[in-house]
């Protein structure tokens, strides 16, 4: 028996990728075609940002525990957010969560980690790079980490929420991509983390100047280890 896994949906472009990284990756544990069951809830984006946009991360977490409420209604053993930004608001939930989580910059300081990375870049919304969820969790790993200059770090934001997750991927902003991350490899980043759920849908190893630790999928793949293997 495989668990039930519950997604805490929030943009629909990084869900996506997450949903389609469970169903067809779990086919490498479970044989073809086999994945876990799969539920998943989402508030609108614009209710979200509603809250995030005026730093109300209480806001933001009475969201994602409707959506931990529901998926534990429907039967979810465990529950995962592929959206980076809004575990800014996780501390306000751990604790009376209906079912556990899996924390997504957990899983890619792990990732970092085995793969002895000491420095990385770290790319997400404007709200992600400025705040605590990947300081903390890489700080706890050991390892250093270095945001984009606040010029950067506005247009990254804004090919975020003009571009990215209303599917749109333009080859100005891959290679904008590519230009930043080239220049925090020259100040020492060795990996870098695509830390908003839809960055990788633009950004890959092949067009990485660093390594990339892709949150999206490496919360996906956590997930499916412990569905399968508890």
């Not at 924390?103 to 705040?131: D, S």
């Not at 010029?151 to 904008?176: G, K």
Request: proline fraction near 6%; hydrophobic fraction near 40%.
């Amino acid at each position: 028996m495989t668990q039930h896994i519950g997604i805490v949906a929030c943009s629909a472009e990084g869900a996506a990728l997450c949903y389609r990284t469970v169903c067809l990756e779990g086919s490498e544990l479970l044989g073809p075609h086999g994945h876990p069951e799969v539920s998943m809830h989402t508030h609108s984006l614009a209710k979200y940002m509603a809250f995030i946009e005026t730093g109300d991360w209480a806001g933001v977490a009475e969201l994602m525990m409707s959506s931990a409420e529901k998926l534990a209604r429907a039967g979810a053993d465990f529950l995962i957010c592929p959206d980076n930004t809004i575990h800014q608001a996780f501390e306000f939930i751990e604790h009376r969560s209906p079912r556990p989580w899996l924390h997504i910059a957990q899983e890619v300081a792990c990732e970092a980690k085995r793969n002895h990375f000491r420095r990385l870049a770290v790319l997400g919304t404007k709200y992600l790079m400025e705040g605590p969820v990947y300081p903390q969790k890489l700080k706890a790993a050991g390892i250093d980490h270095k945001i984009p200059d606040a010029l950067q770090r506005e247009r990254i934001n804004q090919i975020i929420f003009d571009e990215l997750v209303n599917a749109q991927f333009l080859p100005r902003s891959q290679a904008y991509f590519t230009e930043v991350i080239r220049g925090m490899k020259d100040d020492g980043c060795d990996a870098v983390v695509l830390g908003c759920t839809e960055i990788p849908l633009i950004v890959n190893a092949e067009n990485s100047p660093l390594p990339p630790l892709d949150s999206t999928r490496l919360l996906a793949r956590a997930a499916l280890r412990k569905a399968v293997e508890g």
